[in-house]
């Protein structure tokens, strides 16, 4: 395994095996920052003249309504390729395992702690993925589409630009408007909500309970058979206008009986709560906002002491 490669090595790569096929792979229940950055990627890549697509097995059910484009399911793959993983912290957390049928694998994450599992390897501490391949591409290869990309990756995992903030971040902002990413728009998108989205937030309000005086709000949603329970369990920034000092939302799903779980901590906290998430099969995410999966409701209980005991 290789450390800091570039996006021309990957091109290199790909003509040293003589295929044209470089394909772009993200985690199970794709984000902002996920789809910003893969679909920034596809772009650069069919500039330079390569078959280039995002590979995603599931229907995409979030956020395409801010992409404005439509990403077609993949079963199987007949070519020979190059796989770019993104914002995939660990093998486990892979949407699907086809990356694996590639050539070479490369790896571009900003869960500096993950797992490395591509043959190259890039993780560094960032506010996002999209921050790290902003900061790989120079601004005359930066397209007014990849640059709208790569801002909304960034402004999503960031909180709407309200943490995981450095230097870094704000020139690579900057360096995207530059590019033509139209951040007035971006940022009014973001803001408008689906009515579906409403409800959901308004399921997840009206659900809020204090677990714990020292600061403990969460929500609980059994049963689940109107929304996708994981865009529920994402709303529990909903309850954070409550002042407390840790988060959770989870939801079970009608159908699967898995629960979803959110956990967000008060950005005066030193809650990581990634550092817990990460005692689950796939949890992870960031300091502040991270996330995980439990097999049946049963096991919420233990969930909810745990979090009691990290006030």
């Given at each position: 395994?290789?450390?800091?490669?570039?996006?021309?090595?990957?091109?290199?790569t790909?003509?040293?095996?003589?295929?044209?096929?470089?394909?772009?792979?993200?985690?199970?229940?794709?984000?902002?920052?996920?789809?910003?950055?893969?679909?920034?990627?596809?772009?650069?890549?069919?500039n330079?003249?390569?078959?280039?697509?995002?590979?995603?097995?599931e229907?995409?059910?979030?956020?395409?309504?801010?992409?404005?484009?439509?990403?077609?399911?993949?079963?199987s793959?007949?070519?020979?390729f190059?796989?770019?993983?993104?914002?995939?912290?660990?093998?486990?957390n892979?949407?699907?395992?086809?990356?694996?049928?590639a050539?070479?694998?490369?790896?571009?994450?900003?869960?500096?702690?993950?797992?490395?599992?591509?043959?190259?390897?890039?993780?560094?501490?960032?506010?996002?993925?999209?921050?790290?391949?902003?900061?790989?591409?120079?601004?005359?290869?930066?397209?007014?589409?990849?640059?709208t990309?790569?801002?909304?990756?960034?402004?999503?995992?960031?909180?709407?630009?309200?943490?995981?903030?450095?230097?870094?971040?704000?020139?690579?902002?900057?360096?995207?408007?530059?590019?033509?990413?139209?951040?007035?728009?971006?940022?009014?998108?973001?803001?408008?909500?689906?009515?579906?989205?409403?409800?959901?937030?308004?399921?997840?309000?009206?659900?809020?309970?204090?677990?714990?005086?020292?600061?403990?709000?969460?929500?609980?949603?059994?049963?689940?058979?109107?929304?996708?329970?994981?865009?529920?369990?994402?709303?529990?920034?909903?309850?954070?206008c409550?002042?407390?000092?840790?988060?959770?939302?989870?939801?079970?799903?009608?159908?699967?009986?898995?629960?979803?779980?959110?956990?967000?901590?008060?950005?005066?906290?030193?809650?990581?709560?990634?550092?817990?998430?990460?005692?689950?099969?796939?949890?992870?995410?960031?300091?502040?906002k991270?996330?995980?999966?439990?097999?049946?409701?049963d096991?919420?209980?233990?969930?909810?002491?745990d979090?009691?005991?990290?006030l």
């Open positions: 395994m290789e450390n800091n490669f570039s996006l021309k090595s990957i091109c290199d790909a003509d040293y095996y003589g295929t044209k096929n470089i394909f772009m792979f993200s985690h199970k229940k794709h984000d902002g920052d996920a789809k910003g950055s893969a679909l920034a990627l596809v772009e650069y890549f069919q330079k003249g390569y078959n280039s697509e995002y590979i995603i097995t229907k995409d059910t979030c956020l395409m309504h801010v992409f404005e484009i439509e990403v077609e399911t993949t079963q793959i007949n070519e020979d190059i796989a770019v993983c993104l914002d995939t912290s660990t093998s486990l892979s949407e699907n395992n086809m990356y694996e049928q050539i070479k694998v490369f790896e571009i994450d900003h869960h500096k702690n993950g797992e490395n599992f591509g043959d190259f390897s890039i993780k560094k501490e960032a506010s996002s993925t999209c921050e790290i391949v902003a900061s790989m591409l120079s601004e005359n290869e930066i397209t007014p589409k990849m640059a990309y790569l801002y909304i990756g960034m402004y999503t995992d960031t909180g709407g630009i309200k943490y995981n903030l450095s230097e870094n971040v704000f020139l690579q902002f900057a360096k995207l408007i530059k590019c033509g990413a139209d951040s007035t728009n971006i940022v009014e998108n973001m803001r408008f909500a689906t009515r579906n989205r409403k409800r959901i937030e308004g399921l997840v309000a009206l659900r809020n309970k204090v677990f714990d005086t020292k600061g403990l709000i969460g929500s609980v949603i059994k049963n689940e058979s109107r929304f996708d329970a994981i865009s529920v369990a994402r709303a529990v920034s909903t309850l954070t409550i002042k407390g000092k840790l988060y959770f939302c989870a939801c079970e799903s009608a159908s699967t009986k898995e629960v979803y779980i959110e956990i967000q901590s008060a950005q005066s906290s030193d809650i990581d709560v990634s550092k817990y998430a990460r005692r689950y099969t796939g949890g992870g995410g960031h300091f502040h991270a996330g995980f999966t439990l097999k049946n409701i096991e919420l209980d233990k969930v909810i002491e979090l009691k005991k990290l």
